[in-house]
């Protein structure tokens, strides 16, 4: 049985990437920080498949840590999917206070990279660590700075942690725009249910995970498009 680490999966993309892993018999170690809906996807979960949830902040190096020994002594697949937005409603970088971005990159950026440095002496050659990022990262968006420039910095830190485990895929991804509690957070008030269902961005990332690309930079909705072509 395959094992992932999905962080982040008690609700939208984690949680919808979950299911479809879960469908395919993974084995899954999950987080979230709130402990309530983790709990309830847990229990979805285990329905149909070996599923291990521990309620936490990837910030934090003990809960990181719990994560990687609890998947065991084989991991065939890290997702990074735990983000944080940062102030919300979206502040320029003029006012964007310090300590609060500090916190944007921990979340997004380091701790990523710290949970790769943890799983991978346990992933064997071909396994895979996807980065989901945004086109925040690669577009001047008012408002995003802090978040997008989070998410351009992981996605170097992927592009080099790709080059030097050339044994490994290494995936920055793009989801795409989705209707996720995160998104109506970036527009208070605004009705954004014109946005697509996180599930729609599952087959993209299911691509990498189930595919031969090699390691870099994706768009979900384009590898959706190849593998219906």
Known sequence: M??????????????????????RG???????RNATELEAARAELIATTGVIAIAGDVADPAHRARLVEQAGDTID???????TLGTSPLPPLVDYDLETLAGVFAVNTI?????????????????????ITSDAAVEAYEGWGAYGASKAALEQLSAVLAAEQPDLRVYAVDPGDMNTRMHQDAFPGEDISDRP?????VPGLLALVEGDEPSGRYR?????AKAGA
């Open 197 to 201: 269902p996180p599930r729609d961005s």
């Open 26 to 32: 993974w084995r899954l170690v999950i987080d979230a």
């Open 111 to 131: 701790a990523p990279l710290a949970l790769a440095q943890l799983a991978i002496a346990r992933m064997p050659a071909g396994s895979r660590i996807l980065n």
């Open 220 to 224: 979900a909705a384009e590898l959706t």
């Open 2 to 23: 395959r094992t992932a680490i999905v962080t982040g999966a008690s609700r939208g993309l984690g949680l919808e990437l979950a299911r479809a892993l879960a469908d």
């Open 77 to 83: 697949l890290l997702v990074n999917n735990a983000s």
